[in-house]
């Protein structure tokens, strides 16, 4: 008799739509973590690569306008990069450098002491520098044309360090000894 009763508590309509409730929550749970779960874990990651994709887009966007824009200098300049070729040359051309100071008529160079050259073409694109040290003896109205006129020339210089001091073996008040490094540039 006790199996009839408990049969019947068993099989009631209300328990019958529970056990229909928490299967049907159950089947749904799991249709959920192995259905729709991947699909919006795919969605998501699929915003955050769009988000990222349209970050990198921008930023090759910006640079390939700088590009352009570096195309349009270097159109623009063409017929002038010879110019650039003369200023910053591929060697050290120790030869021209010194004639170019040597052309400079207003200034008497005593002397010109050329540092170490590195020979070897080195793989970077930097700026590699030659030194010489170079002492003369001019007035000094004569030492600033000299400059001016060493600016003037065509090959980049810069005068890295000049001394002046009154020349003890002149016996002019006006010749000044000047002590100088020039540094000239190339690739």
Do not use: C
Request: net charge positive.
């Amino acid at each position: 008799m006790e199996k009839k009763r408990i049969n019947s508590k068993i099989f009631t309509e209300k328990t019958g739509d529970y056990t229909f409730v928490i299967l049907f929550f159950l089947i749904f749970s799991i249709f959920i973590f192995f259905a729709i779960r991947p699909s919006l874990t795919t969605a998501f990651a699929l915003r955050r690569e769009e988000e990222d994709l349209r970050r990198i887009d921008s930023i090759y966007e910006k640079k390939i306008v700088e590009i352009v824009s570096i195309q349009s200098q270097i159109e623009k300049n063409r017929g002038r990069l010879h110019i650039l070729d003369q200023a910053i040359p591929d060697g050290p051309e120790i030869n021209k450098v010194l004639n170019d100071l040597w052309d400079l008529k207003s200034f008497y160079i005593k002397k010109a002491n050329i540092d170490e050259v590195n020979l070897v073409q080195a793989d970077n694109n930097s700026f590699r520098q030659l030194k010489i040290a170079i002492e003369g003896v001019g007035s000094f109205e004569d030492s600033l044309k000299m400059l001016r006129d060493m600016f003037a020339q065509r090959r980049l210089k810069m005068v890295d360090k000049i001394v002046i001091s009154k020349d003890p073996e002149s016996t002019q008040s006006s010749r000044l000894k000047i002590n100088m490094v020039v540094e000239a540039y190339y690739l």
